[in-house]
């Protein structure tokens, strides 16, 4: 009786293994919730930042914000309404003493003119 040896062929596994490998060098995408966002309205509620939110339309209103949510944000505001505010409909945010600093330094320098 003859009997065969079976070996396993090394260059099939090695070329597995090296595979494998290349696999996992490649670099994952970024993910999609980096959490900067919700750093952000989290610092600005808890601090009671005064906010303006400037809309699509070029409308303004000032207030700070209470609560956000994935779609919204509530602004709450000094003797007016407060505002459920669809984020897709916000152009950009800002803090208010940002924008007073800036008026301020302009109004110095049209002074000096």
Not at 10 to 39: G, L, M, R, V
Not at 47 to 67: C, H, L, R, S
């Amino acid at each position: 009786m003859n009997r065969k040896l079976i070996r396993p062929n090394f260059a099939e596994i090695k070329k597995k293994i090296t595979q494998e490998h290349e696999a996992a060098k490649k670099k994952s995408h970024p993910p999609s919730d980096t959490f900067a966002e919700n750093y952000y309205y989290l610092k600005q509620m808890n601090k009671k930042t005064p906010m303006a939110v400037a809309f699509n339309d070029g409308q303004v209103v000032e207030g700070y914000i209470e609560w956000y949510d994935k779609n919204c944000i509530k602004l709450n505001r000094d003797n007016a309404p407060n505002l459920l505010i669809y984020k897709r409909s916000i152009k950009y945010l800002y803090k208010q003493e940002e924008n007073r600093e800036k008026e301020t330094e302009e109004e110095s320098k049209k002074k000096k003119k």
